[in-house]
């Protein structure tokens, strides 16, 4: 049986991931934070009772903030794939805390690469790395675009992405990045522009709230669906040889475009609902990222399924379930048509994002 070690596996990304390896089969121990409230909502549907004999998913305790942890980690479990997904993962938090983002984001990934190396235990480590990091760089953006970047985040996630070159290309480690644009999901972070402005509907249609707050609506993002990313991300280390991917859909939409596709399908007109807040701009702005994945299609075989209108739907549905609404049904629709066994509405969406609800107006 195969083992994996997932740092971040609290998060929108790492809680798909342990999903998709245990259903390969894997034995998956994850890392996560010490917190004085539960911080596991995102897993606690594929929690196992570590008093059981033999549990497939184990969980962790440590924080890339400090080292005590990870050689003992590492060394004693041996997994045969990392996946460091763990990051102060922000962009405009970046702004206020830079230095731990630094920390966490940037030299939290030496860690885990020094541990590796030194523990001499052979495995293969996928690096999480960002569109964020082209920054200002001309899309559409792909593996060989020199980075631009433009926040404390994108500056920590390009070190990252070159130590994990340095530990490939001077140790002989397979060290893999995998280049991500924007993915999403119901299970996104509450103060991601997406999950924002679908909790932010969800609130109004309720009757909760009567506006929404947001920062600058003509920035373009290539937003895909987070689960096909992950599928994306074990692809990567599935490879003979360890190497760099840009994954994402290849399509850019504004804020804007989002906002009104999501009004539109709740049924809501979103100029007499949304106002802009000087309070969300950032410092410096990545103005569009559009992702040239022919690599990804060719040498993965990776081909996303659920495009921008899905996504969407699927978002917008999945809040208004949350907050015990009648959804427009689209997206179970989409899932249930597009996507594989793995990924069904009442255990993957439902039951998760009610555990995750928060404020809207965030
Ligand atoms: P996320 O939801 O913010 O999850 C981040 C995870 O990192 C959480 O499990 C969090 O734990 C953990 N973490 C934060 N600080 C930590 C620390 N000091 N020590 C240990 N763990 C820590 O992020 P995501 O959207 O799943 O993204 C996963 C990774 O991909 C991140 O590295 C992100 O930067 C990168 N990425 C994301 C996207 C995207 O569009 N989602 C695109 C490109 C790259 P808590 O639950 O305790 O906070
Ligand atoms: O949803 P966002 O905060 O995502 P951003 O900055 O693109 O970063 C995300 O994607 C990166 C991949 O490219 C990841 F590496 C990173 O970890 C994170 O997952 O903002 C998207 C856009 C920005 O241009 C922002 O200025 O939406 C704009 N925006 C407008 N109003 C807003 C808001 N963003 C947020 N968070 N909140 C707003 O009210």
């Known amino acids: 049986m195969k083992r994996a070690l997932i740092t971040g596996i609290t998060g929108q990304d790492g809680s798909y991931l342990a999903e998709l390896l245990l259903a390969h089969g894997y034995e998956v121990h994850g890392v996560i934070r010490r917190a004085s409230t539960f911080n596991t909502q995102r897993i606690d549907h594929i929690y196992q009772d570590p008093n059981e004999e033999n549990p497939r998913l184990r969980l962790h305790y440590g924080d890339l903030a400090s080292t005590e942890w990870i050689l003992d980690l590492i060394y004693h479990l041996a997994p045969d794939e990392i996946y460091n997904l763990a990051a102060q993962s922000h962009v405009k938090v970046s702004f206020e805390i830079p230095d731990y983002t630094g920390d966490v984001t940037g030299l939290g990934t030496t860690k885990i690469l020094e541990a590796i190396r030194r523990s001499g235990i ?29 926040s404390p985040y994108a500056a920590a996630k390009v070190y990252s992405y070159w130590m994990t070159r340095i530990y490939r290309e001077g140790y002989g480690m397979f060290a893999a990045n995998g280049i991500l644009f924007n993915h999403e999901s119901p299970r996104r972070g509450e103060t991601f522009v997406t999950r924002k402005i679908t909790r932010g509907i969800a609130a109004i249609a309720a009757g909760r709230e009567q506006f929404l707050h947001l920062g600058n609506l003509d920035a373009q993002r290539d937003w895909g669906y987070a689960p096909e990313y992950m599928e994306a991300a074990w692809g990567i280390l599935q490879q003979e040889k360890p190497d760099d991917f840009v994954i994402g859909i290849g399509e850019a939409h504004s804020v804007r475009e989002f906002v009104e596709e999501a009004f539109t399908y709740a049924g809501l007109d979103w100029k007499a609902h949304v106002k802009v807040s000087e309070r969300y701009l950032r410092p410096l702005e990545v103005d569009r990222l559009v992702a040239n994945t022919a690599k990804a299609q060719k040498e993965l075989q990776w081909q996303p399924r659920i495009r921008f209108a899905d996504l969407v739907a699927i978002m917008v549905d999945a809040d208004m379930e949350v907050l015990g609404l009648q959804s427009l049904g689209k997206g179970k629709i989409i899932l249930e048509e597009k996507l594989g066994h793995w990924h069904q509405w009442h255990n993957s969406v439902s039951k998760v994002i009610r555990a995750t609800a928060g404020r809207a107006s965030e």
Do not use: H, I, L, V
């Not at 495995?123 to 020199?146: C, H, I, L, N, V």
């Open 122 to 150: 052979k495995t293969k480590f996928y690096q999480a790395s960002s569109s964020e990091m082209f920054g200002r760089a001309p899309a559409p953006q792909d593996e060989a675009t020199p980075f631009q970047p433009r």
